[in-house]
């Protein structure tokens, strides 16, 4: 396993569950994603993008670092460059980290639609704020390391089928939720959280606060 972390420009908290997830990754940042580098106490190895987003003080503090310059003019975003970048270099698990929030939604939106399309092909990809997590759904079942109480929805990009939720305070046993449904906000953990699906693409979003401190 290699396991990848790639610092984007959104919103990021520093946690010790966020510590122990990123422990013995190799690290990209992409554009002001470098930003983090410093409260992760990380150094990555390549800096990446079209750098439209970085102050000076920024690009002077990490001068020393590896880059790679693209012009503003491109058909993918940096953090979508990044993740392409890591798969060169042989990641078999990515974490994006700064993943939401920020200024963008959008990139926001590409980031989540990007991990549940990847998770269809077999690639694991993880993506974090520090205070919200997701994990894109595979087809089958997965286990969720997450504390009870923890507040979680999953976020369907369309159809799901035969979605099973159990360990949760709403369980569901092999439903279809249409395309656009509130069914699956808004859950809490119980137990050991387990889900499984059929068929569709959806990521589960989480807020593990019992872990925050």
């Given at each position: 396993m290699?396991k990848?972390?790639i610092?984007l420009?959104?919103d990021?908290t520093?946690?010790?569950?966020?510590?122990k997830?990123i422990?013995?990754?190799?690290?990209l940042?992409a554009?002001?994603?470098m930003?983090?580098?410093?409260a992760?106490?990380?150094?990555?190895?390549?800096?990446?993008?079209?750098?439209?987003?970085?102050?000076?003080?920024?690009?002077?503090?990490y001068?020393?670092i590896?880059?790679?310059?693209?012009?503003?003019?491109?058909a993918?975003?940096d953090?979508?460059?990044?993740?392409?970048e890591?798969?060169?270099?042989?990641a078999?698990?990515?974490?994006?980290?700064?993943?939401?929030?920020?200024?963008?939604?959008?990139?926001?939106?590409?980031?989540?639609?990007?991990?549940?399309?990847?998770?269809?092909?077999?690639k694991h990809?993880f993506?974090t704020?520090g205070f919200?997590?997701?994990?894109?759904?595979?087809h089958?079942?997965?286990?969720?390391?997450?504390?009870?109480?923890?507040?979680?929805?999953?976020?369907?990009?369309d159809?799901?089928?035969r979605?099973?939720?159990?360990g949760?305070?709403?369980?569901?046993?092999?439903?279809?939720?249409?395309?656009?449904?509130?069914?699956?906000?808004?859950?809490r953990v119980?137990?050991?959280?387990?889900?499984a699906?059929?068929?569709?693409?959806a990521?589960?979003?989480?807020?593990?606060?019992?872990?925050?401190?």
């Amino acid at each position: 396993m290699s396991k990848f972390l790639i610092l984007l420009g959104g919103d990021l908290t520093v946690t010790p569950r966020l510590l122990k997830q990123i422990a013995g990754a190799r690290i990209l940042a992409a554009d002001s994603g470098m930003r983090h580098a410093a409260a992760l106490g990380v150094t990555p190895e390549l800096w990446l993008g079209d750098f439209d987003s970085t102050d000076a003080a920024l690009a002077d503090s990490y001068q020393a670092i590896d880059r790679q310059v693209f012009p503003a003019a491109k058909a993918m975003t940096d953090g979508e460059l990044a993740l392409h970048e890591a798969y060169e270099r042989g990641a078999t698990e990515v974490i994006l980290a700064g993943a939401f929030g920020g200024e963008r939604t959008d990139h926001t939106f590409l980031h989540l639609s990007m991990a549940a399309a990847q998770a269809a092909t077999g690639k694991h990809i993880f993506l974090t704020s520090g205070f919200e997590e997701a994990t894109p759904l595979a087809h089958g079942m997965m286990e969720f390391d997450l504390p009870n109480d923890t507040l979680f929805s999953i976020l369907g990009f369309d159809t799901l089928t035969r979605l099973t939720i159990s360990g949760a305070e709403w369980p569901l046993d092999e439903v279809s939720v249409p395309f656009g449904s509130s069914l699956t906000l808004s859950n809490r953990v119980k137990d050991k959280l387990t889900v499984a699906l059929g068929a569709g693409h959806a990521v589960l979003l989480a807020s593990p606060l019992g872990e925050m401190n």
